[in-house]
Nanobody, 117 residues
Framework: QVQLVESGGGLVQAGGSLRLSCAAS????????MTWYRQAPGKRRELVAR???????NYADSVKGRFTIARDNAKNTVYLQMDGLKFEDTAVYYC???????????WGQGTQVTVSS
């Protein structure tokens, strides 16, 4: 069983920066697809950024150029560097891991990001 723990959320001013971390347990992290999602109240969960086991990334259009996803396999951790934060970035951010070998995914508990205007 894989456990994911997000951290780094908080309250920031518009234009500020924040770095989220997602620490994973288990031995399959290096071959997992890691994704950050977010969900604001009353809205559907949306994909923010994704990084594959080979380091390929993709981003939502709304965050491209402002957010950067990275992974450190030695630390079993994926990061989301968020710069130039906007009010509309306010949401609970969730970490997701896909273990391709068994076709199963795991979710963290989420961390709140609030951007004030």
């Amino acid at each position: 069983q894989v456990q994911l723990v997000e951290s780094g959320g908080g309250l920031v001013q518009a234009g500020g920066s924040l770095r989220l971390s997602c620490a994973a347990s288990g031995s399959t992290f290096s071959r997992s697809i890691m994704t950050w999602y977010r969900q604001a109240p009353g809205k559907r969960r949306e994909l923010v950024a994704r990084i594959t086991s080979s380091g390929n990334t993709n981003y939502a259009d709304s965050v491209k150029g402002r957010f950067t996803i990275a992974r450190d396999n030695a630390k079993n951790t994926v990061y989301l560097q968020m710069d130039g934060l906007k009010f509309e970035d306010t949401a609970v951010y969730y970490c997701n891991a896909i273990d391709v070998s068994i076709h199963r995914d795991y979710w963290g508990q989420g961390t709140q990001v609030t951007v004030s205007s």
